[in-house]
């Protein structure tokens, strides 16, 4: 009895570290909306709100985490095309809001209104193997590198890929950047526009020297040059996507390239999957047991050739380390299987 209890334990043990219900689940804040690629759902009210939209057709493959510019508080506006466009590519968006009126104290609040988003939408998706890409355009952008910098702390996962679209000036939101942790190595692209006159270059620079510890072979500053007969990167240029293909190869390719990058560089086996899996196998292990001593107390440690033959028919050369336990375990099993013992394994 008492063996039973402490494998159940240890069953719910290993369903809460593969991301079991240790917490009750986030209950929807409004209602559901359908896009052309996908379903969009809110959660959070006010400030803290996020919207998670996940694709309508295929299991997701990534996640976009997309920061707006100011006062542009609902993925349906000039962000749904660029948004669908990423369902269809696979990746479920998360949309914080991080912000209700437009009033310039929400600068200095927003940092901590993203960060309520983004632990709700996180709390929702349960995907932590997924790879993490954020994009973020004016203070969005600014508020993407805050995310990025401080994401261990925020208890979210920290995105693989940044991609800051003319970015605000990150002093207006934190003067002293005291709240800004140090630069993470993971691939980044900042765009300026030669003809912004709203947020200028002075956030990408100040940005850029924060940078500096990066190696330049994972930073990218790119400065987008205005043509008389063609395109035109004042500050509002990125909101002309949905009906110019030209800004869209301009804007949308460098998103999807880093994406695509996330994807290759994050490609193990997903987390939740294995823990899935290696749950019988241990419960099994330890019911086999009916002595909990060993377990109590610092065990040696010994070498078989795999965990699964531990509950087979007999163990092989000394490959993979396992606890006393395994080797109590597969002792049992060879003793069972075979004429005589494997030498020195049948101590208990």
Not at 48 to 77: C, D, M
Not at 198 to 208: I, N, Q
Request: aromatic share 10%; charged share 20%; with cysteine.
């Amino acid at each position: 009895m008492v063996v039973q209890r402490l494998a159940v334990a240890a069953g719910a043990l290993v369903l809460t570290a593969c991301g079991g219900t240790s917490t009750p689940p986030v209950r929807q804040s409004g209602s559901t909306v359908a896009t052309d690629a996908g379903i969009a759902r809110p959660y959070g009210r006010g400030s803290s709100r996020v919207w998670v939209l996940t694709p309508k057709a295929g299991e997701p493959q990534s996640v976009v985490v997309f920061i707006h510019g100011w006062t542009a508080t609902l993925p349906f506006e000039w962000h749904q095309a660029w948004l669908d466009h990423l369902l269809e590519r696979g990746s479920t968006v998360v949309f914080p809001v991080y912000q209700t009126t437009g009033d310039e104290g929400e600068l200095v609040t927003a940092r901590l209104d993203l960060r309520a988003g983004l632990y709700t939408a996180f709390r929702v998706l349960r995907q932590h193997d997924l790879p993490v890409v954020v994009a973020g355009y004016s203070v969005g952008g600014a508020l993407a590198f805050f995310y990025a910098a401080d994401a261990p702390g925020w208890g979210v996962p920290r995105p693989a890929g940044v991609y800051s679209i003319f970015p605000a000036d990150p002093l207006g939101m934190d003067p002293g950047l005291t709240h800004l942790g140090p630069p993470p190595r993971v691939q980044t692209l900042i765009l300026v526009g030669d003809r912004d006159d709203t947020v200028g270059r002075y956030g990408a620079d100040t940005f850029w020297t924060w940078l500096r510890p990066v190696s330049s072979g994972l930073k990218t500053y790119r400065l987008l040059h205005s043509n008389p007969k063609g395109l035109f990167f004042d500050h509002e240029a990125p909101t002309s996507t949905p009906f110019d293909a030209a800004m869209r190869r301009v804007f949308w390719q460098p998103l999807d390239e880093l994406v695509a990058r996330a994807r290759r560089l994050t490609g193990a086996r997903p987390r939740r999957r294995y823990c899935a899996r290696m749950l019988p196998t241990f419960v099994d292990v330890l019911l086999a047991r009916r002595q909990i001593a060993p377990y109590l107390r610092p065990m040696p440690v010994y070498r078989y050739e795999s965990l699964s033959r531990l509950v087979g028919t007999g163990c092989g050369s000394s490959t993979r380390t396992i606890s006393r336990w395994g080797r109590s375990r597969c002792a049992a099993a060879s003793t069972s299987s075979r004429s005589s013992p494997r030498p020195n394994a049948g101590a208990a």
